[in-house]
């Protein structure tokens, strides 16, 4: 079994546990998607706690179901957050919680209020990121490895700061998730992959001994023409590239 068909039989397992359970929360069903769960609040409040949540100014948060609370959350600490646009077709927004009225924290936390609540921004005009927040479809607690839903869009949204310097090695990354995400699985890993440091779930907090570093930069080589058309902003990365 090559590399993504292994990653995709993990996926496809969780998903059904997530259905079967049924703990697997709007939207539904869960098949193909960073699934929300129920105790994904209580996740994100979880989350809300940890020092490096406390100290950060600027959060990069995925538009996800299951994180919006953190979104929320993180608005409500004062947070300037940026939320990538789903697909990343548009960018990333960033949400300021000092433009926004407080009532409206949680609708600026939904994908629709976050495009109008938040301001469009390039990545290079970015501040610079003190955490990133991301959903996964799995994630193994002992070394931090990660899936996504098999698009790449969190490495994309990683290798575009990371190439732009708006994080690094030692940004921490979180993901929050539900007990029957965790896999003791050796998920295989491709150059691109961005490991985890931390994991929450609605009980409890896991701190990582990660075995990966965090990839630097944008893997072009893996950049189809077809993604290249998708993302927008890939291009003009590319164009400051060979400029």
């Excluded at 926004?100 to 209020?113: K, L, N, W």
């Amino acid at each position: 079994m090559d590399i993504k068909a292994v990653k995709q039989a993990i996926r496809v397992r969780v998903w059904k546990m997530l259905e079967e359970s049924n703990v697997a929360a709007f939207p539904r069903p869960a098949y193909g998607r960073i699934p929300n769960f129920i105790g994904s609040q209580e996740a994100c409040r979880l989350a809300s706690t940890l020092p490096e949540f406390k100290v950060a100014k600027v959060i990069k948060i995925n538009p996800d179901s299951p994180q919006r609370y953190c979104r929320e959350l993180a608005l409500r600490y004062g947070k300037l957050v940026i939320v990538p646009t789903p697909r990343i077709r548009e960018g990333f927004l960033l949400l300021d919680p000092s433009r926004i009225p407080r009532q409206y924290y949680a609708d600026a936390s939904t994908i629709g209020g976050s495009f109008k609540w938040g301001t469009p921004i390039k990545p290079w005009d970015a501040p610079q990121i003190d955490l990133v927040i991301i959903g996964s479809v799995a994630v193994n607690p002992s070394n931090g490895r990660r899936l996504g839903k098999s698009h790449g869009y969190a490495e994309i949204e990683w290798g575009i700061v990371s190439a732009l310097g708006k994080v690094n090695e030692g940004t921490p990354v979180v993901t929050t998730v539900h007990e029957l995400q965790l896999v003791n699985d050796e998920i295989p890993r491709e150059p691109f992959d961005l490991p985890v440091d931390i994991i929450v779930t609605p009980n409890r907090i896991i701190k990582v001994s990660r075995i990966d570093g965090k990839p630097r930069g944008i893997y072009w080589d893996y950049v189809t023409g077809e993604l290249i058309k998708e993302i927008p902003l890939l291009a003009e990365l590319r164009k400051m590239n060979n400029a």
